[in-house]
């Protein structure tokens, strides 16, 4: 079950939310457990006992880290992290590199192994960080053991956050998980930013995808660079606003249930260098990469030589989090060269521009991370060539202005693709930075607010009017992908 799905927003979430605030205090845990079990269920019939093992497993190994803690038994309390660790992984390499691993293998050796075809669990990358980062918050001493099973299966399987992030640490809602305080003003505003993070992939991402696919349909030996252009782009509007538009809905209905989780998304195609793009993009999972990986290997903290090296691992299995195909690899060693660059010298060139040509920056950034979506986008790393070729190719962007051909021509195909797509790409892109929310701000400072805390009117009708169009459309049954299969 997705979040922009008409069982989840007629059924689901209405019978939930109404039912949770029907239950009495002390079984609203309890609820909250069991309806997201449901949710998981509804698509992963199977997988949710792997779920279930996760959360029984981890919660164990928190319990037993606890108890060694009291009597200071620091060797025990390392040996049930390490088996914490490593089972975790264990389960999430067999369930998402098992077949990556045996390709690579028949590939290099000339074998010829079958694959088991495994399917991958939706969301698993998601709650195994979760339980690890809980584990390893425990033996560190920041959070105490949850020592109610309910209350951490609770936790690890809120449906908000299960299957799209953000990634919320246990450190993060400790506070809430027992004791959270519902209030009228974090419902409306939760209700207002999950209308907001709906129609951000109903009204946008969706369309933006459908550009992006109606053009992976055409024969590569017919695209041209104008073309590629229009294609990358598209990908690069769809990505952040699916991405950002399940976060916010995953953090209003966070608000809606008592919880507060973190933000994942701060304008990230505003940013004026890589390393400013990682600060904004996906933020819980790289603060998990951080805080877990990064540091622990010595972060800086041991000269630039030993920085770089961290900085290669990282990024390398960052990459791989993501999916298990080269292209991902690749994506990730390719924003590892990037932030090489810029910590060797890019950044100090930057510093030397003029502030009234910092847009400079912002362009020379956004033509890194488009290419970088090219990558991201093709499992075929050939086919993700072709494209990173066309799209650089002075050739390929004068076969797409040339008009010989007649009506296949490519001037023709150019135009019409630019005529059919430059609404939802011009929106996208306006859309993508801070503008709407400043002019919505100035405009809403002048409207009449219901009171202290609460949403304004003109949030009131922007949340109608939202709601009412990306239900139109969903009930029409358009183009509804879920691009969070691979993770």
């Not at 690579?104 to 939706?122: C, E, H, K, Q, Y």
């Amino acid at each position: 079950m997705v979040f922009s799905s008409m069982v989840f927003l007629c059924i689901f979430l209405p019978a939930v939310f109404i039912l949770y605030y029907l239950c009495p205090g002390r079984l609203r845990n309890l609820f909250l457990f069991a309806a997201s079990l449901l949710f998981y269920s509804w698509g992963e019939p199977v997988y949710i006992f792997i779920m279930i093992f996760s959360t029984v497993f981890d919660y164990v190994n928190g319990r037993l880290i606890g108890y060694f803690r009291t009597r200071e038994r620091t060797g025990a309390m390392k040996l049930v992290l390490l088996v914490s660790i490593a089972g975790n992984l264990s389960i999430l390499g067999f369930f998402k590199y098992t077949d990556f691993i045996i390709s690579a293998i028949n590939s290099f050796a000339g074998t010829s192994i079958g694959l088991l075809d495994i399917a991958l669990p939706v969301g698993i990358s998601f709650y195994t960080f979760q339980t690890m980062s809980y584990t390893i918050d425990v033996y560190r001493g920041r959070i105490s053991p949850q020592r109610n099973l309910i209350s951490f299966g609770m936790y690890v399987c809120l449906f908000p956050q299960l299957i799209a992030g953000p990634i919320v640490r246990y450190s993060d809602i400790a506070g809430e998980v027992d004791e959270r305080r519902e209030n009228p003003s974090d419902i409306a505003t939760g209700i207002y930013r999950f209308i907001i993070g709906l129609s951000k992939k109903v009204l946008i991402a969706n369309k933006a995808g459908e550009i992006y696919t109606n053009i992976q349909g055409i024969h590569i030996d017919n695209l041209t660079g104008p073309v590629v252009l229009v294609s990358a782009i598209a990908y690069t509007i769809q990505i952040y606003f699916d991405f950002s538009g399940y976060s916010d809905m995953a953090i209003g209905l966070g608000k809606m249930f008592g919880f507060h989780f973190p933000e994942n998304f701060n304008y990230p195609y505003q940013s004026r260098s890589i390393t400013e793009f990682w600060r904004r993009w996906h933020m819980t999972l790289g603060s998990w990469f951080r805080e877990y990986l990064y540091i622990p290997l010595g972060g800086n903290r041991k000269g630039l030589p030993r920085q770089l090296i961290n900085l290669l691992i990282v990024w390398s299995l960052t990459g791989l989090w993501h999916g298990a195909s080269w292209n991902f690899v690749i994506w990730g060693l390719y924003y590892f060269a990037l932030l090489m660059i810029e910590k060797l010298f890019m950044l100090k060139a930057y510093r030397r521009l003029p502030d009234r040509l910092g847009f400079i920056r912002n362009i020379v950034t956004m033509l890194l991370v488009v290419a970088g979506w090219i990558l991201f986008s093709h499992t075929d790393l050939n086919e993700a060539c072709i494209y990173l070729g066309k799209l650089f190719s002075p050739l390929s962007w004068a076969a797409g202005f040339s008009s010989a051909g007649g009506h296949a021509s490519g001037l023709y195909r150019t135009l019409y693709i630019l005529r059919s797509s430059l609404p939802i790409l011009l929106v996208g892109i306006v859309g993508a930075t801070s503008l709407p929310h400043r002019i919505f701000s100035a405009v809403e400072a002048h409207s009449k607010r219901h009171g202290a805390g609460q949403i304004s009117d003109l949030q009131m009708v922007v949340s109608l009017i939202l709601a009412g169009l990306s239900i139109m459309i969903l009930v029409s049954g358009g183009f509804n992908p879920f691009l969070y299969f691979r993770f």
